[in-house]
C-alpha cells in the first residue's frame, strides 16, 4: 500500500482502538480520583490568586476581568502538558501586562502520552511509511478530547475554589469569567461573575422569549422569577443561586450544569428535563416535578466515548418534601441531608444514588433500588 493507504490503515485500526482505551481509562481514573484532583487545582488556584493580589497591591495588575487556562500544543509535543494562565482585565486579550502562571495537566495527558507511545511502536510495522511527524500530528488531533477532562475537572472544582480567601480579596472587575481552551483559538466559560444590578422582571421577560443560545452560562442569581414560563429552554450551566423560580414551568429545559444551589422551586414543573451534573444543594424543592428526568452521572455508554461522563447530580441539603421523582434517571446523584419526607421514587433509576442513613426509615423504595443505592 502507498503512503496515504498506511495512513488511513494505521488510524483506522491502530490509532481507533487505543484512543477508546485511552479514554476509557481516563474516565476510569477521572471519576474514581476527582475530588482529590479538585483539592490539587484548588490549591494551584490558590496560590494564582494570591499572587495576583499581591500584584495588585503594589499596582502592578488592574481589577481582574478574566482568567484564561489555555492549552499549549507546542508544549505537548515536547512532553510539558502546562495550560498557560492568563489573568487580565477587562480588555481580555488586548490587557498589554497579563499576569501569566501555568497549570500542570499530567494527571490528564499521562494518558495520552502512554497512548502515542504505543502508536510510535506500532508505526514500526508499517516499514518506514507511518513517520514521527505523523504521530506528531496525530498526537495534537486526540489532545483535544484529554483536555476535556481538563474543563470537566475546572467546572467541578471551581465552585469551591472561589470560596477561598485569596480569590475573595482579588480585586475584580463586576462581570469576571474563567475560560479554558486553547492559546489564541476557541475557548469556554467555565465559572462566570456577574455583580451588575438586574431587573428581575426584565430577565424574566427576557427568558420567556425563550431565545437559542443566549442564556448558557449566564448570571441570573438572586432574581425574583416565580411563575415563568422557560419550558424547553437551553439553561446550560446558567447561574440561579438563591434566585425564586417557584411555580415555574421548566419542562424540557437544558439544565445541564445549572446552578440552583439556595434556589426556591416550590412546585415547579422539571419534567423531562436534562439535569446532569445541575447543583441543587440547599434549595426549596417541596412538591416540584421531577419526573422523567434525565440525570444520570457518568458515561451515557460505558462501552463507548464520546465525551466525559457527567458529574453527580447533587441535592444536598435539599428540602425535597413531596417532590416527584417518578421514571427519573438520578444515578449517582447525592441526596446527603436533604428532606425526603413523602418523595415519590416510583419507577426512578437510582443505581449509585447516596443518601444518609437516617432517611432509611423515610424512603418508599422498592427491593431493587433499596439494594442499589449507597448509604452513608
Request: glycine share 6%.
Amino acid at each position: 500500500m502507498n503512503r496515504e493507504e498506511a495512513l488511513e490503515h494505521f488510524k483506522e485500526h491502530e490509532v481507533k482502538q487505543r484512543q477508546l482505551a485511552s479514554l476509557l481509562a481516563l474516565e476510569a481514573f477521572f471519576q474514581t480520583n476527582k475530588d482529590r484532583l479538585a483539592e490539587d487545582f484548588q490549591r494551584s488556584f490558590q496560590t494564582i490568586c494570591r499572587l495576583i493580589s499581591e500584584q495588585q497591591l503594589v499596582g502592578e495588575k488592574k481589577r481582574i476581568g478574566h482568567l484564561s487556562f489555555s492549552m499549549l500544543r507546542t508544549e505537548l509535543l515536547v512532553g510539558r502538558p502546562f495550560y498557560l494562565i492568563e489573568a487580565t482585565d477587562e480588555e481580555w486579550i488586548f490587557d498589554e501586562e497579563p499576569y501569566l502562571a501555568s497549570y500542570d495537566a499530567s494527571w490528564a495527558f499521562s494518558f495520552l502520552n502512554e497512548m502515542i507511545s504505543e502508536l510510535t511502536e506500532r508505526a514500526k510495522t508499517y516499514m518506514g511509511t507511518i513517520t514521527l511527524p505523523d504521530i506528531d500530528r496525530i498526537k495534537l488531533e486526540e489532545a483535544a478530547n484529554f483536555h476535556q477532562y481538563v474543563v470537566s475537572l475546572a467546572r467541578y472544582a471551581l465552585p469551591w475554589a472561589v470560596n477561598c480567601k485569596e480569590y475573595i480579596e482579588l480585586e475584580k472587575e463586576e462581570e469576571l469569567e474563567i475560560r479554558i481552551g486553547e492559546y489564541f483559538d476557541c475557548s469556554e466559560v467555565v465559572y462566570k461573575e456577574d455583580q451588575t444590578e438586574k431587573d428581575s422582571a426584565e430577565i424574566k421577560e427576557w427568558l420567556e422569549e425563550k431565545l437559542e443560545d443566549e442564556y448558557p452560562y449566564e448570571v441570573f442569581a438572586n432574581l425574583q422569577l416565580s411563575e415563568g414560563n422557560y419550558e424547553e429552554t437551553d439553561l446550560r450551566y446558567t447561574d440561579f443561586r438563591k434566585s425564586d423560580l417557584s411555580q415555574s414551568s421548566l419542562n424540557g429545559c437544558l439544565l445541564i450544569g445549572a446552578n440552583l444551589t439556595g434556589s426556591n422551586l416550590t412546585n415547579s414543573d422539571l419534567s423531562n428535563s436534562f439535569i446532569h451534573e445541575a447543583n441543587f444543594s440547599g434549595s426549596v424543592l417541596r412538591q416540584a416535578n421531577f419526573s422523567e428526568i434525565e440525570g444520570a452521572s457518568g458515561l451515557v455508554d460505558s462501552s463507548t466515548w464520546e465525551m466525559p461522563g457527567y458529574l453527580p447530580v447533587l441535592f444536598e441539603g435539599a428540602d425535597l418534601e413531596g417532590a416527584n421523582f417518578e421514571g427519573a434517571d438520578v444515578r449517582g446523584a447525592s441526596f446527603l441531608g436533604a428532606s425526603l419526607q413523602n418523595v415519590n421514587f416510583s419507577g426512578a433509576n437510582l443505581d449509585g444514588a447516596i443518601f444518609s442513613k437516617d432517611a432509611k426509615g423515610i424512603l418508599r423504595l422498592n427491593a431493587q433500588q433499596q439494594s442499589s443505592v449507597i448509604w452513608k
